[in-house]
């Protein structure tokens, strides 16, 4: 395993994960290999998640992955099945992919039109240098499929961003460097109107995953931000 992949922030939502199956290695036993997991749920359709590994629980029925929230954990690499179930034990996804030793990964689990359930599962890449900055990355995940601009104050920095939720681009998962500090994030469609906004500090050395979704009720966007990494 290759040890820097290891130095990383995980913010916890609302409370803390305690795994109990093989999936989480000893952080203390760098000669296992290891692959960092991220997993972060937008999908309306329910209050909370759950994810399994070969049939291995990594959240519980009892502690299960909210709406909006986010959860890391260690895999052991080689083709993992990954499964989402709802509250009910339902099956949502049912998929297996090919974990690598030392890399970083990212689940996202998220809806589509008329309630469906997606997901990716993307490799994730750090920059090289964020000794001043922030790294930020935006994904449209808003299932009526508007292309969106991402601004950061008066500065756009996400341009005619398309809906990310059909097919993975891998450029769609890209970090890019952002000064870091106070900022006010602002959803914008093609005729510019503000679809949301959130305020965030984004953190110096920090990695942050923004994603823009619809919800399905309310008719209204909503700005999600998760602080992931640390350089």
């Known amino acids: ?127 090289n240098n964020l000794s001043t900055n922030s790294g930020i990355r935006f994904v449209n995940l808003a299932y009526d499929k508007i292309n969106v601009d991402l601004y950061i104050g008066e500065n756009e920095v996400f341009a005619n961003r398309t809906y990310d939720g059909n097919t993975l681009s891998n450029n769609s998962f890209k970090f890019v460097s952002q000064s870091s500090g106070q900022k006010k994030l602002i959803a914008k469609n093609s005729a510019g109107d503000t679809l949301a906004e959130k305020d965030i500090n984004l953190s110096t050395g920090m990695y942050y995953t923004l994603i823009l979704i619809k919800h399905n009720t309310e008719n209204t966007y909503e700005l999600i931000a998760h602080q992931q990494y640390r350089n």
């Open 1 to 127: 395993m290759n040890t820097h992949i290891f130095k990383l922030f995980f913010l916890a939502i609302a409370s803390s994960f305690v795994m109990t199956s093989c999936l989480k290695d000893d952080l203390n036993s760098p000669n296992i290999p290891q692959a960092g997991f991220t997993m972060i749920n937008v999908h309306t359709g329910y209050n909370s998640i759950i994810h399994k590994a070969d049939n291995n629980f990594i959240q519980t029925m009892n502690n299960p992955l909210p709406f909006k929230g986010i959860n890391f954990v260690y895999l052991y690499p080689g083709n993992r099945k990954i499964q989402t179930i709802d509250p009910t034990n339902k099956i949502l996804i049912d998929s297996t992919y090919a974990i690598k030793d030392s890399l970083l990964y990212t689940s996202i689990v998220f809806s589509k039109a008329e309630n469906k359930v997606g997901q990716h599962v993307v490799s994730d890449t750090l920059l």
